[in-house]
């Protein structure tokens, strides 16, 4: 016999307190038969948002910031990590909001031991130059368009 109560209760998902410092877990995972096993390190840098649930206003605008750093081939972030010719793909898909908290998520895999902390590097350098920068009005204003676009478009 089933009881639903208790999985409920069980499967329950605890809200994550947020770090004071960078912490690295360091995992092995199976790479598969074929290759060059020296080149299947992979990569991700994670940030943990908010320890709650975003507000709409705060929602909308992590979209649109996500939109303006990988949304597009030319956005900076992508488009540096794609140029760095590290690793295969990148992965982490940028903003994730729809779990119980909000998360930031990018890096390569396919990547070379000695490459991982060039990945890193390049992934937080190039987000500290875009705090302190900015991004360029034509960018802002694509991503405007194209996130209005877009939210006309499923307006149901």
């Known amino acids: 016999m089933f009881d639903s109560s208790l999985a409920s209760h069980e499967s329950r998902v605890e809200p994550q307190t947020l ?3 960078p912490v690295r877990i360091v995992e092995t995972y199976p790479a598969g038969e074929g290759g060059d096993l020296k080149k299947k390190h ?19 605008t992590l979209g649109f910031l996500n939109h303006l750093l990988l ?5 900076p972030l992508r488009k540096i990590l794609l140029e760095s010719r590290l690793g295969d793909a990148i992965v982490g898909g940028g903003v994730e909001d729809e779990l119980l908290q ?26 500290k130059k875009l705090a302190e ?24």
């Open 133 to 156: 920068e900015g991004f360029h009005i034509d960018a802002i204003e694509a991503s405007m368009n194209t996130i209005e676009f877009s939210m006309r478009e499923n307006n149901t």
């Open 19 to 21: 770090f004071s410092k």
């Open 42 to 60: 992979m990569v991700c840098l994670n940030w943990l948002l908010s320890d709650k649930p975003l507000d709409l206003e705060t929602e909308l």
């Open 102 to 127: 909000p998360q930031f998520s990018i890096g390569r895999k396919g990547d070379f031991e000695d490459d991982i902390h060039k990945v890193e590097e390049l992934v937080t350098s190039t987000l």
């Open 71 to 75: 949304g597009t081939p030319a956005s």
